[in-house]
DNA sequence: GTTAACGGTGCAACCGGTTGTACAACCGCG
DNA sequence: CGCGGTTGTACAACCGGTTGCACCGTTAAC
């Protein structure tokens, strides 16, 4: 077993041991043209041998860039990340970087004592762009990162697209998505509809809803829309106090998988029967959707894709390309709840 | 409204704008007490003037740190922050660190692609030190940072301390925060105990279980321990569960407050009361304890402390200390529920 | 046999800061 | 007036890589 190293070894000593200089040795590392095979092969045989890699804040300071890219995250992370599409979302950055030579972090700025740490080190230019996954109108981050133009990547829809000319755009039109997933409750010939949300005050929550309202109007009354978490128990939970209410229904929209889980769970135990008495809709194609008894019936968002995508152009946009916006589309996913 | 900077100020521009050398602003700039009053104010006055911000990059190499402190995380995030205790965790970590200097990101490590990406920045030495959130026996990760002499700190017991003469590790004692929640129901005469705990392969809730069963042995019996979600709802479909067996109890002992507080929503909709029928205690000490009906008992867990303690013990491990272990005390906060 | 072309390598400058050391200006003192 | 000591500043080296350019030896062409 080795000792834990303590210094790591620099170019230079790679270049000794191979017996050439520092320049052919980096260029032999970095696959120059201009190097032999034979020298190539010499200084990666020396490199391997001392366990070289090229120390990061050298190479950042020659080559201009950290290779990192921070995941900007404006409210409290439990808050985003019980919300279970985040993860796969970032899943999508991290894969798609994975292929670089890139690393994502993440980075917290909810209280103001994170923002102004973050603030620093956005001008000290630690990060060589940053992907913003709650982005919200007027963030004083924002502004500072638009003035020291940091190639930025915006999740998210801001009204009035403030910042269209400087910062990248992705996201999934949820509105749509509420449009998908009420039609078919429409088309199915459900009248009297139940919608169990994520939070209230969640953007693709209010996006959602806007798309049922659009299709649904008066068949999905302000009284039989309800706020909850996210989770298997919340839907649960929020289905019992409806059926306590004892009104009639014969749909329900739900704002995620795990919620709609929770709902046929809690519709069962009252021996309503699913489809046959009540339709049921998720949203988001959570894994457990096809695994639901009946199969459900979902709206997926293509979150991994839009993980890639905000990547990909962060990366551009690290290479000098121009902002772009670019808007994912929802699916309906039909299986056997409707 | 100012046009975006695309190039940021060297030193060496401020320098200019001073009059002085670039040695000499440095030192003005880090307030080196070789420099006169006045001649510090001058080059202030110039890096205000110009915007000056020291570029992370040159200063790294300089000065041989970066800043930047790796919160690592090994499972997925979803599940690590559907625990509602890291976000309170991780917000001690960062009000420590704002007073430093230091930003700490979270970096994600849950598949082999984002393992490799960390390894290899690890030993670029992106990062100054690690704080591992969910260390695990045989990581091959902390493999890594072993050897190449990273400051490393651990959060959470690992069993057999593998790493103990290496890395620090701060932990907080769950299964005396098991034995506290327990003894508590012992006294009050309680027999027939229900747990409803957290997920089955999260290392605190095993740690707690133990704790229990030191205490009430055959009192808690292996049927009555029901594994599920930190929600609100995963609480209350819980309780369901149970009351739909028909067996007796008078005790639930809960994982987590939001646990508790779908509990007590569970028993009172059956007509039970609380605490005269039956007693509840919860985990955390979340601020929903004291407003829940009726005010819940609980084990306080020190987590901001503990993330004091981590981002400390790290900055101390920079600046070249040794490996320290310390552990954090639980305390039961006596309430109305019991 | 001389020379141009070319592939391979090394020197030295550079990225943007920090820091050891030399030096100039000034002070008070004998 | 010359000395040693203090104070404030500048020069230059350094951190660990990358890269423009000059230079070397070889080969092919004339």
Redesign the interface.
């Known amino acids: 077993m ?1 000792q ?3 210094t ?1 070894p620099t170019l230079a000593e790679v270049a000794a041991a191979a017996g050439v200089s520092r320049s052919t040795a980096s260029r032999a590392l970095n696959d120059s043209p201009r190097i032999s095979e034979e020298t190539k092969r010499r200084v990666r045989a020396a490199a391997k041998e001392v366990n070289f ?9 020659a080559v ?1 860039r ?1 290779e ?1 890219i ?1 995941v900007l995250v404006t409210e ?3 808050e ?3 919300d ?1 599409t ?2 796969e979302f ?2 999508g950055i ?2 798609e ?2 292929e670089s ?1 890139y ?6 700025a909810s ?1 103001t ?2 923002r ?3 603030r ?2 956005f ?4 990060f060589d762009a940053v992907i913003d996954v709650s982005p919200y109108k007027g963030s004083e981050l924002l502004e500072v990162l ?4 940091v190639p930025t990547v915006l999740c998210g829809q801001l009204e009035g697209h403030p910042y269209r000319d ?1 910062f990248s755009t992705v996201y999934s039109d949820d509105e749509e998505g509420g449009h998908f997933a009420a039609l078919a409750m429409k088309e199915r010939g459900r009248k009297d509809i139940v919608a169990v949300l994520g939070p209230q005050d969640n953007p693709a929550v209010v996006d959602r809803l806007r798309g049922y309202r659009a299709v649904l109007g008066e068949d999905l009354p302000d009284a039989n829309v309800i706020y ?2 996210w ?8 289905m ?1 106090q409806i059926l306590a209410r004892e009104i009639a229904f014969d749909g329900v929209l739900c704002g995620s998988d795990r919620i709609a889980a ?1 709902v046929i ?1 809690a519709l069962n ?1 009252a021996g309503l029967s699913v489809p046959a008495d009540v339709s049921v809709v998720g949203f988001d194609d959570h894994e457990i959707a096809a695994r639901c008894v009946p199969a459900l019936t979902t709206v997926r968002q293509p979150l991994r894709e839009e993980g890639h995508m905000a990547a990909n152009i962060a990366l551009d946009m690290i290479k000098g390309a121009e902002p772009t916006t670019s808007v994912m589309h929802m699916q309906l996913i039909q299986r056997d709840s409707l």
Do not use: K, W
Request: proline residues 7%; charged residues 20%; glycine residues 10%.
């Open positions: 080795t834990p190293v303590r790591a890699v090229p120390n990061a804040r050298g190479r950042a300071l201009g950290t990192i921070a409290p992370l439990s985003l990340f019980s279970p985040y993860s970032l899943s991290t894969e970087l994975s030579s690393l994502p972090v993440i980075l917290q209280s004592h994170e102004n740490r973050a620093e080190h001008e000290r230019r630690s638009r003035e020291l133009g400087v909850t978490g989770n298997n128990g919340d839907g649960y939970q929020a019992h929770g769970t135990e």
